[in-house]
């Protein structure tokens, strides 16, 4: 799977489309006028990307060469705005695409940043940036703490979907068996911890002030 | 009008220094010390074209590499800490200087980008990104959901003129037409909307939680 | 005293390793979960010099290419995570080490970007961007103001140190020179600060708003 095969294309923009969905939601209940929604949507479907390539000096930016991944969070952003009571109700399912954006990102972020030329360690941490960061980016601008910090498992899926493929790719295997476990372990646990409702631990004791 | 003509220089000064008051004005509100307002006077003054900078590799940013860039932001915090009070009254004023900083870096900032090889779509986002973003920052390091989101129309006007310069520039025309119809468009269209409260739409319905 | 000296790179992961507890302890205090507890002492461990690698083009950031430097805030995160109580009790020694890190890291920083031929202005505020950053991230993220603005005096020791390691670097002293002057300045003003509780003014007569 080259990184300029169409099918990786489609799945990278609706993996924006959906990042970019939940970002719109977001406005819309802090109230925001359109161009909120509009920046929200797009600061979450290409914020982890930006984020990524701004680390590893691979700028200017894939969604600033290429009009397609900015039109995708135009539209995720205009249907918010006009759609958001059935995209409220129907959250679980926006869920679920978002867990295969976040496999799918953290995955090809990860192999982005050892094209690049880092380390195993450092890359995976970029793909798991590549995927939360965009809802970090979403969390800050709305003045609210990052749900990632907070609420359900999201992260840990997204390393170790991003471990994955930097393992598998450091063994030379092909494309295939190095994207879709990688995808596949992030978005199955993350799915389950949504099922779930998992958490990670948290600091046991009464903390000093 | 080259990017190293003195008038260039001047007005880029000027916008620098009138967000920089903003921002200033922000601090002293938010009761912040010293060095809270000339941070967030530099944030305003200088943030905006540090992002694009960032985004587009022109890394250091200009201002990184030419001390006047510095001296200014750091001349308008001071100027807001001795005098707040006066300037506060004067917040009007303030907003149409700021409307002509809008108007002068949606513009440059996007000719900057194009320069830098950025398509027209990005270029003109670079150019809307110069503008408002040192105001985002601005609200972010205060802690307050960046008004550029919820409060007068603020970002349309910024892409118009900078989609102006985008299209005259991709023309080969003069670079005084090039430049002056867009600074016009952001400006006039701001200072309308300051004058009749105009804001954006906001989402119909409410918001689902 | 080289940039590879293992001194240095010691000093260095000591820095990181103090000011990622501080991350870590914030975390705590927000009842974050332990991935939390974990980018917040990351970040505040390494978000000043990677904002610093980033405006200087010096990407991808050092903390990238070399694992001990990832490593080194994990390992706080955790120790944060499961000794918080003892930790917050000892707060005004890891305070008393926080202020060595703020003086090792206004140096290097400074030194840094002068490197990466940066002028003296620039590279002084380079150097306090390098020790304050962390702090001023790992806020943003935890959904407060930065107590970089509004509490002790903070970032003004980290300007002077660095500028005087600028400026002894410019004139061509021993290393020794450079570097030891301007983490005891950094480090005793602040040390001061702390213990005598000293702050910078804030703007006189009321805000108007």
Redesign the interface.
């Known amino acids: 799977m080259p990184a300029d095969s169409p099918l990786l294309l489609v799945l990278e923009l609706v993996g924006i489309f959906v990042f970019a969905l939940s970002g719109g939601l977001v ?11 509009l ?2 949507a797009g600061t979450t479907g290409l914020g982890g990307g ?1 984020l990524r390539d ?4 691979a ?3 894939t ?3 290429d ?1 397609r991944y ?1 039109l995708v969070p135009v539209a995720a952003g205009l249907t ?2 006009r759609f ?2 059935t995209l ?2 129907m ?1 679980r399912l926006v869920n679920i695409f978002d867990a295969a954006g976040l496999g799918l990102f953290c995955v090809t972020g990860a192999l982005k940043a050892l094209d ?4 195993p ?2 890359a995976a ?2 793909g798991m940036v590549t995927g939360i960061g965009g809802g ?1 980016a979403r969390d ?7 749900v ?3 609420s359900e498992l ?3 899926p997204a390393l170790a979907g991003a471990a994955w493929a930097v393992l598998a790719q450091r063994q030379g295997w092909d494309v295939w068996v190095v994207a879709l476990p990688g995808v596949a372990v992030c978005f199955g646990w993350r799915v389950l911890a949504i099922m779930r409702n998992w ?5 046991s ?5």
Do not use: Q
């Open positions: 406005a819309v209940r802090k109230h925001l006028d359109i161009f909120g929604v920046v929200l930006f701004v680390l590893i000096d700028t200017p930016p969604a600033l060469a009009w900015l918010t705005f958001h009571p409220g109700r959250e690049h030329g880092l380390g360690v450092p941490l970029m970090m800050l601008l709305a003045g609210r703490v990052p990632v910090f907070s999201y992260a840990t958490r990670a631990p948290v600091p004791g009464p903390a000093s002030v």
